[in-house]
């Protein structure tokens, strides 16, 4: 399968993206692992005559770790996340999803940045940083601007991303408590069929502090706020995880595809949250 | 549409080429220098017949365009070994039987070349994560696993025998 044909960009610092992104407006695209963008380029779902290749930008690559605060660059890979050590220690959460991502040959090419700006609800970190109450850096013509990863995402597809804005960077503090990331999937590689995480703290028989998002259960991720409420300050027994399950499963909004259909999706969902929230409270 | 001049080493040689920015490294691989060693199997990044090592690391270069390969170490399964000295991998899948059609092959083979160099003594459970990226129809995998398994061993015992020489 062949592409339609394009120009081919390497700038070598961000500015030079920008001013590009900003010259062909949305003829152009940027491309950093590609493995999400070359297959719809080949089945020609998507016209792009200019493409920048951010791989020549070292600024916007690797880890920055300081004190409590992790700012990773949007060009780091998965696999260079997995591979971290220091990050491991202080956010274990991400390798965890990490590896539930894809294959070893894509994570050697897939990044962080494109996971998160391209907008599929299917990608495992946009609900992973919901999950982290993550800010996004973006620059464009106007400047360098944060959005939060949950405000971040309109639709399937859609961002606030302005044509002319490169995300460059996503950073958040480092979780403290249990935490776990539970995916369901047909087969390695696939997207998932639902997808959920949770990281919360419990102090005194009580939860003191607790996030929960959702994967692939509506056109956006979705951050559980509902659910997050109700567990919030309580004594965690069955009968309010019982509770948590439903709001969660509630706030989600399936649609019916080759992994399923509706009623299935919302089983599963419930299914991945349990799992999310026991192995949480486990390693609490 | 223009061309791009692209250079990048393969096998330990040299090669520059001119192509459309669209042309993906498999087809530059194939066509352009005829290393036919990368099949081309589902072109979605999937099945990982046309895994090969881009600078240290495994990648379906049917999901890389050329141009984004430009100054990078390519190796290829041509590179590894040759039909009068084949690599450990190769001798040990030609022992264990694993292959049956062979389209996967030089997939596995150097799928398998870096996960043991990344991880040099697995276990079959770890094999079989590591090369959960390539597809194979006809196995079932359970040859595949135990060359891969006898590979990891053959290399390790060269190694030491290399170290006692040297010693």
Redesign the interface.
């Known amino acids: 399968?062949?592409?339609?044909?394009?120009?081919?960009y390497?700038p070598d610092n961000i500015d030079k993206a920008v001013s590009l992104m900003a010259d062909f407006g949305d003829e152009a695209r940027v491309?950093a692992g590609?493995?999400s963008l070359?297959?719809v380029?080949?089945q020609r779902l998507t016209d792009i005559k200019h493409?920048i290749?951010l791989?020549g930008i070292n600024e916007i690559k690797g880890i920055e770790i300081t004190d409590n605060q992790i700012s990773i660059g949007a060009m780091t890979t998965q696999?260079e996340l997995i591979n971290n050590e220091e990050l491991f220690k202080i956010a274990p959460i991400i390798r965890e999803a990490s590896l539930q991502i894809?294959?070893?040959?894509?994570r050697?090419?897939g990044t962080i940045g494109g996971n998160v700006a391209n907008g599929d609800p299917a990608n495992d970190m946009p609900g992973l940083m919901q999950l982290l109450d993550a800010t996004y850096k973006l620059s464009g013509s106007n400047g360098v601007r944060d959005v939060k990863a949950r405000e971040f995402y309109e639709g399937a597809y859609f961002t606030v991303r302005e044509d002319d804005e490169i995300l460059i960077s996503i950073s958040f503090e480092a979780p403290s408590g249990g935490y776990a990331y539970e995916k369901q999937k047909r087969k390695?590689?696939d997207y998932a069929t639902a997808a959920a995480g949770v990281i919360l703290k419990v102090e005194n028989n009580m939860c003191s502090s607790a996030s929960i998002a959702l994967t692939n259960l509506s056109d956006t991720p979705v951050y559980c706020n509902k659910a997050v409420d109700i567990i919030l300050g309580k004594e965690i027994d069955n009968n309010i995880l019982t509770q948590v399950i439903e709001a969660c499963v509630e706030q989600s909004d399936p649609v019916a595809d080759q992994r399923g259909p509706v009623e299935f999706k919302r089983y599963v969902a419930g299914i991945v949250i349990k799992k999310a929230l026991t192995r949480a409270i486990e390693r609490t | 549409m223009e061309k791009i001049n692209v250079t990048m080493t393969v096998n330990g040689k040299e090669e520059k080429l001119s192509v459309e920015p669209r042309t993906l490294l498999v087809h530059a691989l194939r066509e352009h220098l005829d290393y036919t060693g990368a099949h081309i199997g589902c072109s979605s990044s999937h099945c990982g017949a046309c895994t090969i090592d881009m600078n240290g690391k495994s990648v379906k270069s049917c999901t890389v365009f050329a141009p984004q390969a430009e100054g990078s170490e390519i190796l290829t399964v041509e590179g590894i070994g040759s039909p009068d000295k084949l690599h450990a991998i190769q001798e040990m899948f030609k022992e264990h039987h694993g292959l049956q059609c062979g389209y996967c092959t030089p997939g596995m083979i150097m799928r398998s070349y870096r996960f043991l160099q990344e991880n040099p003594n697995p276990t079959e459970e770890e094999v079989r994560f590591g090369i959960s990226g390539n597809l194979c129809r006809c196995t079932g995998y359970q040859n595949i696993v135990k060359s891969i398994m006898a590979a990891a061993d053959k290399i390790r015992d060269e190694a030491n025998v290399e170290k006692k020489e040297i010693a």
Do not use: R
């Not at chain 1, 399968?1 to 081919?8: D, E, L, R, Y």
């Open positions: 399968m062949i592409p339609s044909a394009f120009t081919f390497k491309i590609g493995h070359i297959p380029m080949k493409l290749d791989s696999v894809a294959d070893p040959q894509v050697n090419l390695i590689g």
